[in-house]
């Protein structure tokens, strides 16, 4: 079993900053990958971005946070953290932490096994 801790959501304007961690229960960390995925009411839940943990940091991103937003991992520390720039409004949602055995990302998140409970990100104009 595998539990998820997020916190670091909050309230931003346009442009700015936050930063999302997720603290995971587990001795064998290191041997997951960790997506972040958000949602918003009526939606479905959508991938954000992916961390591999065997390969030394092989990270994916959705092509909306690309080049604005940054996953990595502490594999000491058993924590995944999403470094969010550059905000716009349409990033509001909930931002949630997920986990799934073997080091093969994948966008859906029906194959994630572990999920957090969420922390809300919202965006002002």
């Known amino acids: 079993q595998v539990q998820l801790d997020e916190s670091g959501g909050g309230l931003v304007q346009a442009g700015g900053s936050l930063r999302l961690s997720c603290a995971a229960s587990g001795r064998t960390f290191s041997t997951y990958t960790m997506g972040w995925f958000r949602q918003t009411p009526g939606k479905e839940r959508e991938f954000v971005a992916a961390a591999i943990g065997w390969s030394g940091g092989t990270t994916y991103y959705a092509d909306s946070v690309k080049g604005r937003f940054t996953i990595s991992r502490d594999n000491a520390k058993n924590t995944v953290y999403l470094q969010m720039n550059s905000l716009k409004p349409e990033d509001t949602a909930a931002y949630y932490c997920?986990?799934?055995?073997?080091?093969?990302?994948?966008?859906?998140?029906?194959?994630?096994?572990?999920w957090g409970q969420g922390t809300q990100v919202t965006v002002s104009s």
């Open positions: 997920a986990a799934k055995m073997g080091n093969t990302y994948y966008t859906n998140p029906s194959r994630y096994n572990y």
